[in-house]
């Protein structure tokens, strides 16, 4: 099977494709453009750029003739009687292959929304109470480190500015969760301190050890945050100068069942994604997840990362690309590549349960916005934390009401400062 018969194979099991006047309408996957294919002409014909340009046979025509071949049986029956020649009747059904649903709890999930917003307070101050404050041995008294934690998680969960945060800050202060109310300027200073960063980490990762026994399979992946900031140079080869967004990648594995991330790296735009796998993997297995499997995408494709996952017990589920070779890295790369290639529809079920981490960063970014607020590159890893902490605990709660979790932590743990 061609890279291109694979994707088509991907769209056929992901996508809903309808027919229309003869015609069948595939949707892109990557914009919200649809593409015509033409099965009655002499040849197949699609309206994609792909097929337009080598004139052969596209994803998209190939994810029709797959829909087309499972929907539709021919069977051959012959009837014989005494005294007569043998009677041959061919009959081609058709079926409408159903796609798998899932049904919404929605009793639980309407008791989740109502009520979320003050269970995220309660279970954000229960979180924070495990962090000592560091000693402080010089200059003025600084404020409780677990009311900052507290404060910075909590606006951006509202996703206020600062001054339009303060009457939601005082409404903590009196229902017991800060000791002290700080001022919308320390808030934001305390964002822009390094020290913050280590604890946001160790937060995501306690937030997320309540669901260890529901959660066995992962995914990885990464996404850009924008920022506030442009990028602009010169351009020689088109005369004018040339403007960009600057953005913030986030690296993260999520469990595939309640989408709560387990581990969180950030980097700059840039960065390679292949060398951040192994130390998502390597925090989650140490936080004690039971992992089974984990699923990621092309970019992580390498001996390496295949090792770092089955030394945690857990199974690889990464596609190898158009050029890769059985030989030449070894027997345990061998292996997955013949796993891949010769039980490929096996390995596609596995693998296509990584659409669960590109869902994780839908809802972050639905939620709390896709861009960061903070103007300085400290501030911004900072906020990208908070937003992945706060979407934790909105599983959490989620969580609660629909499976039952109880929602207790053990995180006692001191950062130097």
């Known amino acids: 099977m061609d890279a291109r018969a694979q994707r088509g194979l991907e769209i056929a099991n992901r996508s809903k494709l309808t027919q229309q006047n003869g015609l069948w309408l595939v949707p892109s996957e990557h914009t919200n453009q649809q593409y015509t294919v033409d099965l009655a002409s002499d040849k197949p014909r699609c309206t994609c750029r792909d097929h337009e340009?080598?004139?052969?046979?596209?994803?998209?025509?190939?994810?029709?003739?797959?829909?087309?071949?499972?929907?539709?049986?021919?069977?051959?029956?012959?009837?014989?009687?005494?005294?007569?020649?043998?009677?041959?009747?061919?009959?081609?059904?058709?079926?409408?292959?159903?796609?798998?649903?899932?049904?919404?709890?929605?009793?639980s999930y309407n008791r989740a929304q109502t009520h979320e917003k003050s269970e995220f307070q309660a279970l954000l101050y229960a979180l924070c109470a495990g962090v000592e404050m560091p000693v402080n041995r010089f200059g003025r008294p600084r404020l409780p480190i677990a009311d900052m934690l507290f404060s910075v998680?909590?606006?951006?969960?509202?996703?206020?500015?600062?001054?339009?945060?303060?009457?939601?800050?005082?409404?903590?202060?009196?229902?017991?969760?800060?000791?002290?109310?700080?001022?919308?300027?320390?808030?934001?200073?305390?964002?822009?301190?390094?020290?913050?960063?280590?604890?946001?980490?160790?937060?995501?990762?306690?937030?997320?050890?309540?669901?260890?026994?529901?959660?066995?399979?992962?995914?990885?992946?990464?996404?850009?945050?924008?920022?506030?900031?442009?990028?602009?140079?010169?351009?020689?080869?088109?005369?004018?100068?040339?403007?960009?967004?600057?953005?913030?990648?986030?690296?993260?594995?999520?469990?595939?069942?309640?989408?709560?991330?387990?581990?969180?790296?950030?980097?700059?735009?840039?960065?390679?994604?292949?060398?951040?796998?192994?130390?998502?993997?390597?925090?989650?297995?140490?936080?004690?997840?039971?992992?089974?499997?984990?699923?990621?995408?092309?970019?992580?494709?390498?001996?390496?990362?295949?090792?770092?996952?089955?030394?945690?017990?857990?199974?690889?589920?990464?596609?190898?690309?158009?050029?890769?070779?059985?030989?030449?890295?070894?027997?345990?790369?061998?292996?997955?590549?013949?796993?891949?290639?010769f039980q490929r529809d096996e390995f596609l079920q596995h693998y296509h349960k990584r659409s669960n981490v590109e869902t994780t960063f839908s809802m972050i970014k639905a939620k709390f916005g896709e861009r960061l607020r903070s103007k300085t590159p400290t501030a911004q890893v900072n906020e990208a934390l908070c937003k992945v902490l706060a979407h934790n605990i909105c599983c959490l709660i989620q969580s609660v009401y629909e499976l039952g979790i109880q929602a207790t932590f053990e995180s006692d743990f001191a950062v130097a400062s």
């Not at 007569?84 to 009793?107: L, S």
């Open 53 to 107: 340009f080598r004139r052969a046979t596209c994803k998209h025509i190939h994810a029709v003739l797959i829909v087309v071949e499972r929907t539709k049986t021919v069977t051959t029956t012959t009837t014989v009687e005494e005294g007569k020649p043998p009677v041959t009747q061919t009959v081609e059904t058709e079926t409408v292959k159903v796609r798998r649903t899932y049904r919404q709890e929605w009793a």
């Open 153 to 341: 998680v909590f606006k951006t969960y509202t996703t206020l500015s600062g001054r339009r945060y303060a009457s939601d800050l005082k409404e903590a202060h009196r229902r017991g969760f800060l000791s002290e109310c700080p001022h919308y300027n320390s808030i934001s200073r305390y964002l822009e301190s390094e020290a913050l960063t280590p604890y946001l980490k160790q937060l995501i990762t306690d937030s997320s050890l309540p669901l260890k026994s529901v959660e066995t399979d992962f995914a990885v992946d990464s996404s850009g945050f924008a920022t506030a900031h442009f990028l602009r140079w010169f351009d020689a080869k088109y005369g004018r100068e040339m403007r960009e967004q600057d953005w913030v990648k986030v690296h993260l594995m999520c469990g595939v069942r309640t989408n709560v991330v387990t581990s969180v790296e950030i980097s700059k735009a840039y960065a390679s994604d292949y060398n951040y796998y192994k130390p998502l993997v390597d925090k989650t297995a140490q936080s004690g997840f039971n992992m089974k499997e984990v699923s990621a995408d092309k970019a992580y494709l390498g001996a390496g990362n295949f090792a770092a996952t089955l030394k945690h017990g857990a199974i690889p589920y990464i596609p190898f690309k158009v050029n890769s070779q059985p030989n030449g890295n070894g027997a345990l790369w061998a292996r997955i590549y013949h796993f891949y290639n």
